[in-house]
């Protein structure tokens, strides 16, 4: 079986076109993920194994020095953290995490340390609105100062998905309302 290759991805941008250079990215990512769930083996120099050698079930993606596990990671009824601080809002771990109980507007949850191209999806999976997402200790969102809270918070039933540009910076790249 030939083995596919992705097109290089390029690096960041220095003209501002932040967004477009993270949503390239995270298509990438889903192309890959979905090559693998399907059991086919994917090869390049940019997203692959180890070494660049065909990705198989349990390794990792490499993609520019970064480790990713080869299937995302996922948490299901998290608790948001009820002081509405960053301090206290419930830390994220997984790549998808599903908020299940969500006593109050404007309690929290803490994304990851950013690391570039890393990916963080957040479901307010309740009838709770106005969720708030949190960037990890000296990181920040959308351009915010380091420890403020995102600008747009998560309605009830909508998702965010999140990506990290640099060691310290995540964008918010789509809201959707899942069916």
């Excluded at 083996?41 to 997203?47: G, Q």
């Excluded at 990713?68 to 948001?80: E, G, K, L, M, Q």
Aim: hydrophobic share 35%; with cysteine; charged share 15%.
């Amino acid at each position: 079986m030939s083995v596919p290759n992705l097109p290089s991805l390029p690096h960041p941008p220095a003209d501002g076109a932040t967004r477009e250079y993270m949503q390239h990215l995270v298509n990438a990512l889903d192309y890959a993920i979905g090559q693998l769930n399907r059991g086919e083996p994917l090869k390049n120099n940019v997203i692959g194994g180890p070494t660049g050698s065909a990705l198989a079930a349990g390794d990792h993606l490499i993609f520019e020095g970064q480790t990713w596990r080869n299937y995302p990671s996922a948490t299901d009824t998290i608790t948001s953290g009820t002081t509405q601080t960053q301090a206290g809002a419930t830390a994220l771990t997984a790549t998808y995490n599903r908020v299940t109980v969500h006593g109050s507007t404007d309690d929290g949850v803490k994304l990851p340390t950013a690391i570039p191209g890393r990916v963080c999806v957040v479901h307010n999976d309740t009838a709770t609105i106005d969720l708030q997402v949190w960037p990890n200790t000296s990181d920040a969102i959308e351009g915010a100062a380091a420890d403020a809270v995102g600008v747009t918070k998560l309605a009830a039933g909508v998702v965010h998905q999140y990506v990290a540009a640099d060691i310290t910076t995540w964008y918010l790249i789509s809201v959707t309302t899942p069916p």
